[in-house]
């Protein structure tokens, strides 16, 4: 077995250096063909002379730039294309994932024949506020999109790097990993690893991004949207029904009090705001479409750095660059 480890790196400039310097021991330890992938998304301080700077040190890194920020999931899809090795191990930049236990994930990996493995914290390593909603995202995925094993997501996995085949096809710059590694294999499983906490900067992955990034994956890879769209206008109607029957009533027994101005606002707000929730939601889709239709690239590589031409190298730019999930999702 090999391993690729592909690591999306944004303002990280102060703690690449120390997790590449206990990466790399790690991967020799294991005594198996090893790379490690920097893929630097367009970050605004010197991260890219960082991770540059480490592939010419380390003759097992290579660095890739991209040409703009385009979003954490981009960044791993861009990796994740470029590795050249049997198994992918993805992580973070920012050392709360220990380089001390990607041997823990790929013995699992080994030892049950799963295709996917998940590293679960022992502890939770973010706030109240941010671990809720963490964990209702997960609920959704498991609930809307049918993801097996949602409730155990985490950004340190390692899987089979040919699941990569099965979102191949894929376009458009809304992505999500996990979604589309689902799509590949059921073989997922999980194991409980140590978790450190952040000690530069602070996570991206604020409750509001979590949520705009649970929204693109609902409106990308599901038509729960649309099916939610038809319950609310049927209740819709049932309400009106049942309104307009009442008035009918106290109409026909004598309870002769002409509906005014207030019953009237009311039937119609609650109509229209029904008709512009499903017609919102349709534009979401249309939307989608036309900017898939458009061919608008999910990553383009700026330049590379370290051993390039090594066989099995990674593809041009031009064919990698196809699909993502948004930018600014860390």
């Known amino acids: 077995m090999s391993v690729s480890v592909v690591i999306p790196c944004y303002r990280s400039a102060g703690t690449l250096p120390p997790l590449v310097a206990r990466l790399i021991p790690v991967l020799r330890d294991l005594s198996v063909p090893h790379e490690v992938v920097l893929v630097v998304d367009g970050s605004p301080d010197d991260t890219w002379e960082v991770a540059s700077g480490l592939a010419r040190e380390f003759e097992a890194v290579r660095a890739i730039r991209l040409s703009r920020n385009y979003g954490q ?33 790929l013995a699992t990996l080994e030892g049950d024949r799963l295709d996917l493995v998940y590293g679960i914290a022992h502890d939770e390593e973010h706030g109240a506020v941010r671990s809720l909603a963490s964990r209702s995202v997960k609920a959704c995925m498991a609930g809307a999109l049918g993801v097996r094993g949602a409730r155990m997501l985490s950004a340190f996995r390692a899987f089979r790097t040919r699941l990569r085949d099965g979102f191949e096809g894929l376009s458009g710059p809304h992505f999500s990993v996990d979604v589309a590694l689902s799509w590949a294999t ?23 991004l979590l949520a705009r990034h649970a929204a693109n994956m609902f409106l990308g890879y ?20 049942l309104l307009g029957g009442t008035v009918l009533w106290r109409f026909t027994t004598g309870d002769t009090t002409v509906a005014g101005f207030t019953t009237i606002a009311s039937m119609v707000a609650l109509f229209s705001s029904a008709q512009l929730i499903a017609v919102g939601i349709l534009g979401e889709y249309i939307g989608r479409i036309h900017g898939s239709g458009m061919g608008r690239p999910a990553y383009v590589v700026r330049e590379r750095a370290g ?3 090594a066989p099995g190298a990674a593809r041009t730019a031009t064919t990698t660059a196809r699909a993502g999930s948004g930018p600014d999702d860390r």
Not at 222 to 241: E, I, K, Q
């Open 307 to 309: 051993s390039s031409g």
């Open 222 to 241: 599901s038509t729960a949207p649309l099916r939610a769209a038809s319950y609310l206008g049927f209740l819709a109607g049932v309400f009106g029904l």
């Open 186 to 208: 059921t073989q997922v499983g999980s194991v409980h690893v140590h978790m450190n906490e952040r000690r530069h900067g602070r996570s991206n992955y604020t409750p509001r």
């Open 73 to 105: 999931h981009n960044a791993l899809v861009a990796g994740i294309r470029d590795a050249r090795l049997d198994v992918v191990v993805t992580m973070d930049d920012d050392l709360q994932h220990p380089p001390e236990q990607i041997p823990l994930l």
